[in-house]
């Protein structure tokens, strides 16, 4: 069985930090890159960050403005997503995704996504 577990998320207020963990449930993804998506209701999943298991450094969507950092552990076998300066508009449900591609941006060069958790931000 492929499966992402995402977890981490919860109700924070405005300025508040939150960290979100993905744990694949196998060891296949090593030539893979590893993704965060989020997805605001009525919308389309839109693109947070990437990184590559070995050899790529994370990159981001340009709106996020560097509040949100994305890391990796390869002993661990668990991808995270720093989210710092949380605003209100940054409410969604964020899913976890693994993509064949070298550099996935868009939902459709996903291959795989987790269940999604909901981070919600109050103010």
């Known amino acids: 069985q492929v499966q992402l577990v995402e977890s981490g998320g919860g109700l924070v207020q405005a300025g508040d930090s939150l960290r979100l963990s993905c744990l694949p449930s196998t060891h296949t993804f090593t030539s893979y890159s590893m993704a965060w998506f989020r997805q605001f209701p009525e919308k389309e999943r839109e693109f947070v960050a990437a990184?590559?298991?070995?050899?790529?450094?994370?990159y981001y969507a340009d709106s996020l403005q560097g509040r949100f950092t994305m890391s990796r552990d390869n002993a661990e076998n668990t991808v995270y997503l720093q989210m710092s300066s949380l605003k209100p508009e940054d409410t969604a449900v964020y899913y976890c995704a693994a993509s064949i591609q070298i550099r996935p941006t868009t939902s459709t060069d996903i291959d795989y996504w987790g269940q999604g958790t909901q981070v919600t931000v109050s103010s």
């Open positions: 990184i590559r298991w070995v050899g790529g450094s994370p």
